[in-house]
């Protein structure tokens, strides 16, 4: 196990932003998490994944844990499904495409997502129509006090729109580990009515598209809005789509009935948070070295040398317009260190 002393990490989140861990291990197996959680420089604690859902505001002042545990295991088979325990270091996107490789559907649509298997379940993560929920059987999690392993099943993770236990009462608290994963066999359940799928699917003469087509609809829909982290710092969508009550939304669709939106429930609408700030003058526009994608605003974007604080005083700015413009609140669906 190595400790490195201030560690930049500008390598190690999506927006690039170039701020130093106090104290950085790579975490390569679970001995090692162990042992660098029994060191004496652990009091203060800060776990790292894909970092692509993190935007770095200042140094971390603390022992900075980038877990890198690797490994992909089939622990069951049936007819049907095929169970996949998948360790929480393999980059998502990798593993979904191991898995359209294999033929194991479920997960399609959730190509080209940003960051690595363990944090997924954290963020609940979603698109076009599917969220991490619907394949989720369970993950291990390694408990920082005690270093006891406790085992989370789908109920226990609470999950909701971007969201679980993992950023409410267990928040801080449980280092995932690895997840398991119920997957389809041959006769696949797709998920293809989501607009943007049906026409890129459309628009290549597919009928009876396989989960191939629909993981590469996903990926040509995604790279034809979303910047490329590699080439352009950013963290995906930085803001959740406000959700609003019925109540709510007969008020907002009355001022504003050209306005898109997703009846969720009886009693929720859901409204998209891109259209939200594009109405409000931002998309596309630059604040320095921070700025707002051009094709899709819901993207913020570090052009070069941005500071994670200055990316952060112009989602603010994003907010607060907003509000005054729609009186709805959109939240960070990223984690502001």
Not at 26 to 41: K, T
Not at 110 to 134: F, H, M, R
């Amino acid at each position: 196990m190595q400790i490195e002393k201030n560690k930049s990490l500008r390598n190690f989140n999506t927006f690039g932003i170039d701020c130093a861990a106090k104290y950085f291990i790579s975490i390569n197996s679970q001995s090692e998490l162990i042992e660098a959680l029994q060191s004496s420089i652990h009091s203060n604690l800060f776990i790292l994944g894909g970092g692509s859902n993190l935007l770095l505001t200042k140094d971390v002042d603390a022992l900075v844990l980038h877990i890198n545990l690797k490994g992909i295991e089939l622990v069951n088979e049936t007819k049907h499904h095929a169970y996949l325990k998948v360790n929480a270091g393999e980059n998502w996107h990798e593993f979904v495409q191991y898995c359209i490789h294999n033929d194991y559907g479920g997960i399609e649509n959730l190509s080209l997502i940003p960051g690595n298997v363990g944090t997924a379940p954290i963020q609940n993560i979603g698109a076009y129509g599917v969220e991490l929920k619907d394949v989720f059987v369970n993950c291990s999690a390694l408990e920082i006090e005690t270093l006891k392993k406790e085992e989370f099943s789908n109920s226990d993770c609470k999950f909701g729109y971007r969201n679980s236990i993992f950023k409410n009462e267990a928040k801080g608290k449980y280092i995932i580990t690895d997840v398991t994963f119920k997957l389809t066999k041959e006769e696949h359940n797709k998920s293809i009515s989501y607009g943007a799928i049906k026409d890129e699917l459309t628009k290549n003469s597919i009928k009876e598209p396989s989960i191939s087509d629909i993981s590469k609809a996903v990926i040509s829909i995604r790279e034809s809005k979303l910047p490329d982290p590699k080439k352009l710092g950013n963290s995906g969508s930085f803001f959740k789509n406000p959700i609003i009550s019925d109540l709510e939304f007969k008020s907002f669709i009355e001022k504003f009935p050209n306005a898109p939106f997703y009846k969720i429930s009886e009693t929720a609408y859901k409204i998209p948070a891109g259209w939200l700030i594009e109405k409000s003058g931002f998309k596309g526009k630059k604040y320095g070295d921070a700025g707002v994608h051009e094709k899709q605003a819901l993207v913020l974007v570090n052009y070069d040398n941005a500071t994670g604080k200055e990316l952060w005083n112009l989602a603010l700015k994003i907010q607060a317009k907003v509000k005054e413009d729609f009186n709805l609140t959109i939240e960070p669906e990223v984690n502001v260190i």
